[in-house]
């Protein structure tokens, strides 16, 4: 009885939903009679003339990758149409160039965020993003020669972006960055719509793009494989950092830099003199990034308060990033804190703007990371910034794509369990691990000068015919 009359004001509510969205759109569109049919796309007759869009249903200032395409097209002097939220500050390549130019999707309402009613939640977002996304693509913006897009979330993004290409005769190009229902399946709740999204995922995937990207070898495979059988080109393009990530060697510039930061100022001597490692890692505070992980192992790492030979060097963790996850996570930091389980550590977290982390990177001892890969083919981007930087890593491991980008040994050290990563913090962050962590920082540096734009050119500025050559 009870889920008979839940489902029913469900259902009701979808109505009223889909009647306020379609009374919205049908006044536009009266209002405007000589704008119902949209433009087509015309190639330009100068190049600087044309307009390729990339689309974020997400946060633009959080898509680091998405960022980047934006970046490269314009330094090949095409005109940039950034389609998503605008929640936090773009990359500053990204502002103030006459040939790039926002279109902010109208931002959710907050009761989603609340996290109420979930049943209702969701489809009110699947709505709000369909109607927000097609008026952006088919109205808003320039018809373009190209719509770069990522993946995830494919609903409603792939079949939005597969009408709007037919109407204005664009062509696509989808960034695979991982599966969308991979990631659901991380959820709980969600998991019973898993099948659902793998069906429309794999259906429309095999058939939106006039190309894709892969953001790894592995996934290529995948893509090209029975498992998704995509029928247009496939291209591997690994994350590479940009020129704002580059490593800091000069001791003076990096306790100047660690002077100013707040979060460090206090120990900045310190860490310069290595009597405080400085350990970052950035999280998106999501279910394929256990924090956990890494508070367990700072809990076992944790120094005794009386010196001794056991005595271990003092860690100052920052945490950058937000997330869902956050909340919760810092109350069980404080209360670790307050239950004297973390002598000798510190853990403060941050948000900074694009520089700000590329200079913490820099000065940093060791990053980590926590990814793992719910898919098992796609790689933290978090790790190549890093390597840009010069930062060596500890990172999650037990993932098929992990070798692809960190090499054991070389530039970083693979852990899965707590107890593992509690060891490679001991052995490296101490003492006698000061030559193996020099090793690894040089591995680092190596990794990393393959940049970006290298990458770019020769894999996705060939597809969209910004570069010429094959």
């Excluded at 090793?439 to 060939?462: M, P, T, Y």
Aim: hydrophobic share 40%; glycine share 8%.
């Amino acid at each position: 009885m009870w889920l008979s009359f839940l489902l029913s004001v469900v259902a009701g509510a979808l109505c009223v939903i889909s009647l306020r969205y379609l009374v919205t759109f049908t006044s536009w569109l009266a209002s405007k009679p000589r704008d119902i049919v949209p433009t087509r796309y015309v190639p330009a007759a100068n190049p600087e003339d044309e307009h390729i869009q990339i689309l974020v249903v997400g946060d633009i200032g959080r898509s680091p990758r998405m960022q980047y395409h934006g970046i490269s097209v314009a330094k090949h002097g095409r005109k940039v149409d950034l389609i998503g939220y605008k929640e936090t500050a773009r990359h500053p390549e990204l502002i103030g160039k006459p040939n790039v130019a926002l279109y902010p999707l109208s931002p959710q309402p907050e009761w989603i965020a609340w996290g109420t009613l979930p049943l209702l939640a969701i489809p009110y977002k699947v709505f709000h993003q369909f109607f927000t996304l097609f008026y952006a693509l088919v109205y808003a913006t320039p018809p373009a020669q190209w719509i770069i897009i990522q993946n995830p979330p494919s609903i409603p993004t792939f079949h939005v972006v597969m009408f709007a290409a037919w109407l204005r005769g664009s062509k696509v190009l989808v960034d695979w960055h991982n599966y969308g229902h991979t990631l659901l399946r991380e959820t709980l709740l969600f998991k019973p719509l898993v099948p659902l999204y793998r069906w429309y995922e794999k259906g429309f995937g095999r058939r939106l793009g006039d190309a894709n990207l892969a953001v790894t070898d592995a996934m290529n495979r995948q893509l090209k494989g029975p498992k998704f059988s995509v029928k247009s080109p496939v291209y591997t393009l690994h994350d590479r950092p940009a020129g704002i990530f580059q490593p800091i060697i000069s001791k003076q510039a990096r306790l100047e830099f660690l002077s100013r930061l707040p979060e460090t100022k206090t120990d900045a001597k310190s860490i310069v003199e290595g009597k405080v490692r400085l350990l970052v890692s950035s999280t998106s505070w999501t279910p394929d990034e256990d924090f956990g992980l890494l508070l367990d192992a700072l809990m076992k790492y944790a120094v005794p308060t009386s010196p001794g030979p056991n005595r271990r060097t003092p860690i100052l963790a920052i945490i950058t990033g937000k997330g869902p996850q956050k909340q919760p996570y810092m109350d069980k930091i404080k209360e670790l804190e307050g239950q004297g389980r973390l002598p000798g550590i510190r853990i403060l977290t941050a948000w900074l703007s694009t520089r700000g982390y590329a200079s913490l990177l820099a000065c940093a001892d060791l990053g980590v990371s926590l990814h793992k890969s719910s898919s098992g083919v796609d790689l933290p981007m978090k790790v190549v910034d890093m390597f840009g930087a010069g930062l060596p890593v500890a990172a999650y491991s037990a993932f098929e794509s992990f070798g692809e980008l960190v090499k054991e040994g070389q530039n970083g050290r693979g852990f899965v369990t707590a107890d593992q990563l509690t060891e490679v913090l001991a052995r490296l962050l101490g003492v006698h691990g000061a030559t193996e962590l020099a090793q690894l920082k040089e591995g680092a540096i190596s990794e990393g000068k393959l940049r970006w734009d290298e990458e770019w050119d020769r894999v996705v500025g060939r597809v969209i015919g910004v570069v010429k050559g094959h």
